[in-house]
């Protein structure tokens, strides 16, 4: 059974038309829902890109039902993995224990604003190694201190946290990441639909948890607008993360998929008003074995009325090809300590 998520994209929607949005996919019958948290949109067509965190905690008090997540945040440059640890707590406080916190390594595109530099993809991965268990070790309560070779935690407590915790879920994209990231984990967040890269994280992390992946699809009445609408929006995701991840700003990403063709993003992107070709999308990280698959649709414009379609046409068409989610929330492993 998957549970079907909604993306909050902040690059391409202003904080109350998210916020709108949110209410409006728990009133569609989504499961879930996740938000982007980034500093720049990849385009400056996006136009967008309000304070994620502040978003979540009106979509936490506007909404009753739907699980929330962030997809992902990185607890190691623009935040502090102490600071991220409060932000986390509170929202699900705000929520009623209905927030994953999702975690990352990230982009160029939104740390180098600190002024940090970026590091390379191994100490990427020893930053954020280093910061989870710290983060989970607030979550859990009382107080920390923590002295490595990246951050250092002087007697910090979090006053306001849900007594059941909050579900760590961690980016992952190869084999060395899965290898470090999945024992610490409680969920897994990848884009790979692939059966064998979800089984090495079930692997390594000795149990069968959620898998959450995300579809691109762009819908529409006029699939020539829709293919078009998708190309001038997301155009870079030709180039691949291990590009993606290392241009500083919406101009190199420009630059980077100005070869890019609208066939070129159609082959990969469901555009139309079809729905069999939206749910076959999904079809690919449900045989993966992802639990749950959220769906971004592109245009910020679009969001209103793609959510009416989604809950009249949609949705059932996807549960009933692939089943209904009874417990589409992400729960917290027993640790011995971390």
Same mark, same amino acid.
Request: proline share 7%; hydrophobic share 45%.
């Given at each position: 059974?998957?549970? %079907?998520?909604?993306?909050?994209?902040?690059?391409?929607?202003?904080?109350?038309?998210?916020?709108?949005?949110? &209410?409006?996919?728990?009133?569609?019958? %989504?499961? %879930?829902?996740?938000?982007?948290?980034?500093?720049?949109?990849?385009?400056?067509?996006?136009?967008?890109?309000?304070?994620?965190?502040?978003?979540?905690?009106?979509?936490?008090?506007?909404?009753?039902?739907?699980?929330?997540?962030?997809?992902?945040?990185? /607890?190691?440059?623009?935040?502090?993995?102490?600071?991220?640890?409060?932000?986390?707590?509170? &929202?699900?406080?705000?929520?009623?224990?209905?927030?994953?916190?999702?975690?990352?390594?990230?982009?160029?595109?939104?740390?180098?604003?600190?002024?940090?530099?970026?590091?390379?993809?191994?100490?990427?991965?020893?930053?954020?190694?280093?910061?989870?268990?710290?983060?989970?070790?607030?979550? $859990?309560?009382?107080?920390?201190?923590?002295?490595?070779?990246?951050?250092?935690?002087?007697?910090?407590?979090?006053?306001?946290?849900?007594?059941?915790?909050?579900?760590?879920?961690?980016?992952?994209?190869?084999?060395?990441?899965?290898?470090? #990231?999945?024992?610490?984990?409680? @969920?897994? &967040?990848?884009?790979? /639909?692939?059966?064998?890269?979800?089984?090495?994280?079930?692997?390594?992390?000795?149990?069968?948890?959620?898998?959450?992946?995300?579809?691109?699809?762009?819908? =529409?009445?006029?699939?020539?607008?829709?293919?078009?609408?998708?190309?001038?929006? #997301?155009?870079?995701?030709? =180039?691949?993360?291990?590009?993606?991840?290392?241009?500083?700003? /919406?101009?190199?990403?420009?630059?980077?998929?100005?070869?890019?063709?609208?066939?070129?993003?159609?082959?990969?992107?469901?555009?139309? !008003?079809?729905? @069999?070709?939206?749910?076959?999308?999904?079809?690919?990280?449900?045989?993966?074995?992802?639990?749950?698959?959220?769906?971004?649709?592109? $245009?910020?414009?679009?969001?209103?009325?793609?959510?009416? %379609?989604?809950?009249?046409?949609?949705?059932?068409?996807?549960?009933?090809?692939?089943?209904?989610?009874?417990?589409?929330?992400? !729960? &917290?492993?027993?640790?011995?300590?971390?």
């Amino acid at each position: 059974m998957t549970a %079907f998520g909604y993306s909050l994209l902040c690059e391409q929607r202003g904080p109350v038309e998210l916020v709108a949005d949110a &209410v409006a996919a728990e009133r569609a019958g %989504f499961d %879930f829902e996740v938000i982007s948290d980034h500093y720049f949109p990849w385009l400056d067509e996006m136009g967008h890109s309000p304070y994620a965190w502040s978003v979540l905690g009106a979509v936490a008090t506007a909404t009753r039902r739907v699980g929330l997540m962030t997809y992902v945040t990185c /607890p190691t440059m623009r935040y502090h993995p102490a600071v991220v640890a409060q932000k986390a707590a509170t &929202v699900a406080v705000l929520s009623g224990g209905r927030f994953t916190l999702g975690l990352g390594s990230e982009e160029n595109l939104n740390e180098h604003v600190v002024g940090a530099g970026w590091p390379g993809a191994n100490v990427r991965h020893e930053m954020l190694a280093e910061a989870v268990p710290i983060i989970r070790k607030l979550l $859990g309560g009382g107080y920390v201190n923590h002295s490595g070779p990246h951050f250092r935690v002087d007697s910090a407590k979090l006053w306001d946290r849900p007594d059941e915790g909050v579900p760590i879920a961690v980016a992952v994209s190869g084999k060395r990441s899965v290898k470090t #990231f999945a024992p610490v984990s409680d @969920a897994m &967040v990848a884009v790979n /639909p692939d059966a064998a890269f979800v089984g090495a994280f079930m692997e390594q992390a000795g149990a069968a948890v959620p898998a959450i992946g995300q579809q691109l699809i762009s819908w =529409g009445p006029d699939a020539d607008a829709a293919a078009e609408r998708a190309h001038t929006l #997301f155009r870079f995701f030709a =180039g691949g993360w291990k590009v993606n991840v290392e241009l500083p700003g /919406p101009a190199g990403f420009a630059a980077a998929s100005a070869c890019v063709r609208r066939e070129d993003v159609a082959a990969v992107v469901p555009c139309g !008003p079809d729905v @069999a070709t939206h749910v076959e999308s999904v079809r690919p990280f449900v045989d993966a074995g992802y639990t749950h698959v959220t769906l971004a649709q592109t $245009g910020g414009e679009t969001q209103t009325e793609f959510l009416e %379609f989604a809950g009249q046409q949609l949705l059932p068409a996807l549960r009933e090809e692939f089943g209904s989610c009874d417990a589409p929330g992400i !729960p &917290v492993r027993s640790w011995s300590g971390t």
